[in-house]
T-cell receptor, first 114, second 113 residues
Framework: AQSVTQPDIHITVSEGASLELRCNYS??????LFWYVQSPGQGLQLLLK??????LVQGIKGFEAEFKRSQSSFNLRKPSVHWSDAAEYFC????????????FGTGTRLLVSP | NAGVTQTPKFRVLKTGQSMTLLCAQD?????MYWYRQDPGMGLRLIHY???????AKGEVPDGYNVSRLKKQNFLLGLESAAPSQTSVYFC????????????FGPGTRLTVL
């Protein structure tokens, strides 16, 4: 069965520092991978997605993620964090069988310190 | 273009009461979904619809019913609310399959006393 693990429940980063949020997945075939962000009191917004091709994908708001098949990982990165990046981040995995089959991780809450 | 909207934003119910949550989208999406979000558990799919007049069960359908009478609307009903249904409910919509991403509404915070 497919699954997603986000090992960090909370992460605190200083403003201007780099960020990496971890995501490990289990999936029997080539996965479709997503990162979503949820600001307080808001719904989820898509940051980026990977289907195939270049394993380094660029997203909105300066985020990027790298797909590493050998490590079953899809970590999210940002070179310089802004205070407005404080939010909860969700990784999700699925296949080409439809969005309803996506499995979400439990999320990582990012705190940004001044 | 409002995207995905949800009504109401907040609601408090007593055990045994019923209510309906309304989701509306103006993007002409075929697919619509209802999720619940609980602390430490991420998002779990309750029901979904692949088109007007169709519905299907997700991961946690018990205690909920849905209807998709119009393409743009997806209703989630609780016939007899229980405290275990205290949660934040999100509606989402998408163009279709092939791993397409979805657009989410702002959520409804429901408390059942």
């Amino acid at each position: 069965a497919q699954s997603v693990t986000q090992p960090d429940i909370h992460i605190t980063v200083s403003e201007g520092a780099s960020l990496e949020l971890r995501c490990n997945y289990s999936y029997g075939a080539t996965p479709y991978l997503f990162w979503y962000v949820q600001s307080p009191g808001q719904g989820l917004q898509l940051l980026l997605k990977y289907f195939s091709g270049d394993t380094l994908v660029q997203g909105i708001k300066g985020f990027e993620a790298e797909f590493k098949r050998s490590q079953s990982s899809f970590n999210l990165r940002k070179p310089s964090v802004h205070w407005s990046d404080a939010a909860e981040y969700f990784c999700a995995v699925g296949g080409d069988t439809g969005f309803q089959k996506l499995v979400f991780g439990t999320g990582t809450r990012l705190l940004v310190s001044p | 273009n409002a995207g995905v909207t949800q009504t109401p934003k907040f609601r408090v119910l007593k055990t045994g009461q019923s209510m309906t949550l309304l989701c509306a989208q103006d993007m002409n999406h075929e697919y619509m979904y209802w999720y619940r979000q609980d602390p430490g558990m991420g998002l779990r799919l309750i029901h979904y619809s692949v088109g007007e007049g169709t519905t299907a069960k997700g991961e946690v359908p018990d205690g909920y019913n849905v209807s998709r009478l119009k393409k743009q609307n997806f209703l989630l009903g609780l016939e007899s609310a229980a405290p275990s249904q205290t949660s934040v409910y999100f509606c989402a919509s998408s163009y279709g399959t092939s791993g397409g991403s979805a657009f989410f509404g702002p959520g409804t915070r429901l408390t059942v006393l």
